[in-house]
């Protein structure tokens, strides 16, 4: 199958993108600058990322979709407020973690957004779910661009009027050039900042506009460090069909009042979990020194008993050292536990610890 | 500058008595990107030619070094370990990797010269 491209594809050529393939599409993961000045500028200024990749379904319905939804998201949609998101997963009936995700109430249904390498799976799977009953459509005709970072809300509002007025997950339609965009405060990377929905042939337009605003383009690889510095998972490495969110430590996720009632899917393994436990549970990993724990990379307890594996792990500009997550046996997972990291077959030590890395600065209420 | 040579997994090596110093190249940098943890071989070990002795790592991903010719490590840049970034900003004079004493300066002689290893660096631009 070709790799696809963006519709930002020629704007990343045109700023010296170094290319990598990820999800089927050709997307940039640095530009001339590099990863670690495209993080430093994203968290000093403001960084856009092109996230078309990722998927934009909308799914048209009213009241009885939401009692359709919430039978498969553990979120209380019915009393989410039009323009609102929330974070939530798409579960096996094991509550296996199949994407993560952010849904949005719109006046016309909901808006999820889906994991590039999922969306196709996800689409399929909630269409059997809803038994073919809503409009759905996965809409290729959208770009999604993501500008991220202090100055990111100055500089959109320049271009698009309005946007800072924007509270912290809830968004809106705006206008761009007479095109209807759908603009959320949201991001990925512990900062301040919005993801746009916006007609392809109207992303490059825009995106230029934000950059002659001051904002700069930042590739995949900044994107991952910020999350990870973050604590935000990454789906396909800190998130899986093999964990839940209890495992994945994001319970305060799941809706207290769909927990009492317990009927969505994955329902019966959640409230077994949350009452009796888990065995493993994901957790921040400092290393001492320098060393970077990549994924995979094993975890030891100080009898040198293998006890969990690193899921991320890099470079945390911001934090200038080494980052990681992963997932540990339960009874290990306190904070400043002491463990050991096997890298290149020396055993390195590490402290376990709270995330996000490093503190977020997200804008809570503006009104 | 006829004294330095390179080597085809992008290291340059400069022969001053018996002792090589050993770093890796501009290009080698250009690749990796932003450097941003070194690790070297232990003063006073031996290494074999094309063996590893060092590793340095990205943001993305972790790379071998490998000396290009055989010897006792004699010194290693610690500030290099402290700093990694000096690598992405002077590869190929003040970030040297390691000293060696070398054992068979014969080893030399299959290492490219500087037009030969920009070609060959040119054609290998991945």
Known sequence: METKKTSLYQLHQDCNAKFVEFAGYQMPIQYSEGIVEEHKFTRNHSGIFDVSHMGQLFIYGGDELIKDLEKIFPLDLNNLKINHSKYSFLMDKDAGIQDDLIITKINEGFLIILNAACKDNDFKILKELLNEKYKMVLDENRSLIAIQGPKSSEILNDVIDGVKDLNFMSGNWFLFDNQKVYITRSGYTGEDGFEISIPNNFAEKLTRELINKGSKLAGLGARDTLRLEAGLCLYGHDLDKDKTPVEANLKWAISKERISKGDFIGSDIIIKQLNDGVSKIRVGIKPEGRIIAREKTKIFNQSDVHIGEITSGTFGPSVNGPVAMGYVENEFSKKNTKVFLEVRGKKYAANICSLPFYKKSYVKGVN | ?126
């Open chain 2, 1 to 126: 500058m006829s004294d330095v040579k390179y080597s085809k997994e992008h290291e340059w090596i400069k022969l001053e008595g018996d002792v090589a110093t050993i770093g890796i190249t501009k290009h080698a940098t250009e690749m990796l990107g932003d450097i941003v943890f070194a690790e070297l071989p232990e003063k006073g070990s031996n290494v074999e030619k094309d063996g590893t002795a060092g590793v340095v790592e990205s943001t993305k991903a972790a790379s071998d070094v490998y000396t290009p010719v055989s010897g006792e490590v004699v010194d290693t840049n610690q500030e290099i370990v402290d700093d990694p970034s000096k690598i992405n900003q002077d590869p190929e004079n003040s970030a040297w990797f390691f000293k060696l004493k070398i054992k068979d300066k014969s080893e030399m002689d299959s290492l490219m010269n500087k037009d030969d290893y920009d070609k060959f660096a040119k054609e290998n631009n991945t």
